[in-house]
């Protein structure tokens, strides 16, 4: 359990890395996978492992790298913006499995 002046920290570091991924995936002309890959790696995945991650997998990703419900709400919302932009349906099925995970 991280104590108080941890878990700001920690909010701050993660709030920080989806701000930076929400300008990525909302702003068209900013798309650039590279530097998704960098705020990707700060979260200890890849682009790689963010398609080939199973949901299950995905939601005990973000568990263990301390996301709250409304960082893995904000994750989930970029998710559905990813599949749209690459034409992945499995991106928009984990995204669906992550918000039913944030609600059960």
């Not at 359990?1 to 068209?28: A, C, H, W």
């Not at 398609?51 to 997998?57: E, G, I, L, P, Q």
Request: no cysteine; hydrophobic share 40%.
């Amino acid at each position: 359990m991280l104590n108080k002046g941890m878990r700001s920290e920690e909010d701050q570091r993660i709030n920080s890395i989806l701000q930076k991924l929400m300008t990525l995936v909302f702003l068209p002309e900013n798309w650039n996978e590279l530097e998704l890959q960098v705020e990707l790696n700060k979260m200890g995945m890849s682009v790689e492992d963010l398609r080939n991650f199973d949901s299950n997998t995905l939601n005990q990703h973000l568990v263990k790298f301390n996301f709250d419900w409304n960082h893995m709400e904000q994750f989930a919302d970029a998710l559905v913006v990813w599949s749209k932009r690459e034409g992945h349906s499995d991106l928009k099925e984990k995204a669906k499995e992550l918000y039913q995970f944030i609600q059960t």
